[in-house]
Nanobody
Framework: QVQLVESGGGLVQPGGSLRLSCVVS????????MAWYRQAPGKQRELVAS???????NYADSVKGRSTISRDNAKNTVYLQMNMLKPEDTAVYYC?????????WGQGTQVTVSS
């Protein structure tokens, strides 16, 4: 069973930055389109960014221009660099494929933006 392990979250002031990481335990990592999601309290999980095997990226309007998704296939890792963070970015962040292919979601990493 594929495991997803997210890290890099924390408490940051508005305007700050964080780099999230997600290690995916599959030897086939390089062929998958990967995505970052977030879920704020009381809200549905939202897909915020994706990256194809070829490096094509897409972003939700809520993070576009402030975030960069990237991947390192040699490390089976997908990253989300988040800049100019806002209080509304506060959420638990998860990774998976855009279709939620990997059934066992990780624990996520908490991002809290507050002064």
């Amino acid at each position: 069973q594929v495991q997803l392990v997210e890290s890099g979250g924390g408490l940051v002031q508005p305007g700050g930055s964080l780099r999230l990481s997600c290690v995916v335990s599959t030897s086939m990592f390089s062929i998958y389109t990967m995505a970052w999601y977030r879920q704020a309290p009381g809200k549905q999980r939202e897909l915020v960014a994706s990256i194809t095997s070829g490096g094509t990226t897409n972003y939700a309007d809520s993070v576009k221009g402030r975030s960069t998704i990237s991947r390192d296939n040699a490390k089976n890792t997908v990253y989300l660099q988040m800049n100019m963070l806002k209080p509304e970015d506060t959420a638990v962040y998860y990774c998976n494929t855009p279709t939620g292919l990997f059934s066992s979601w990780g624990q996520g990493t908490q991002v809290t933006v507050s002064s």
